[in-house]
């Protein structure tokens, strides 16, 4: 079983967030530039809702009444916008048919844009930091599909792009293992622990515990293999706090440096002040030695080299 994802990774996003111009006042931005040379190791789908409604560049804004992007599928909400125009045919019409291309690209993940009454996900609203009625009316269907969601806001931070990378090749590694055995559930457990570690203590003490139980029976029960690697799987949507990070990257070099036998410059002592970038750029230094040789970094525990 190598720690190794060949497949070039598809990844949704809002297609304001991907240039083009088409929020209600005719603005958007290409926040993927931000990735530099990360940008062409995936496959893009650029989606809007609001453009498949049918609504146009320039609309009046629109806001979600009555509840929830949850509501608004129950019947319970509404979308009118600032005219008081009821939109909500248009905007459901919209959204099934973004669902519906996402689907046939069959992404592994989606970036969304926060604030948006469809694309949001934990806000409906940018105004004045108020959250609205989360989520929106395409961030409810993207909830309810288990779909693996990015904010956009964090491709801009380069440590917060490292988590989530790291975190989405490892979730699509884990999801395409198939456990046939004790002994290949124990060696993904292996890959994957200190990333779990890493993102919540407690919550993967549980989980090993659950393993250990499993590895002790005489039979395998190839249900509970499952089970597992879906806690696996909720485990890695979690974004890592960053002091956990920088604490962990020490460790985990250590660990590298001592059973490859390979120095990397400048990966400094937890304790030793420095901002996030240089952090991230710390990883990205040991990553990269780690992918020349398909080699084991705890930090990043899947090396990501996508086919051309
Ligand atoms: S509906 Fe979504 S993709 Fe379209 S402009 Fe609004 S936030 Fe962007």
Redo the contacts with the bound molecule.
Sequence with gaps: MENLLKRKLRIGI????FG?K???NGK?IDLTQCLGRDRGQFIWT??????MSGMGVPRASIKLSGGNGFDFWEGKATIKNKDGENKAEMVRK?ALACLETLERANIDAYI??E??P???VYRTSLKNQRLGNPPGV?GALLLNKDIFLISSIDLQSPIRWWDWKRRLVAFTWVKEQEITSKEALKEIWDKIKYVLYELHEEETIKVKNKLHEILKEETPIYDEFENIKKEILILLRKPAELENIKQHLWKNYVDFKKKEGIEVDNILEPHILRNMTHVAEELLGVEKEAKKANLFFRSSPINYKPDR
């Excluded at 809002?14 to 967030?17: S, W």
């Excluded at 650029?46 to 453009?51: A, Q, R």
């Design positions: 809002a297609a304001c967030q083009s088409v929020r209600y958007g650029p989606v809007c809702p609001e453009i919209g969304f844009m604030g948006s469809s694309c949001g395409f």
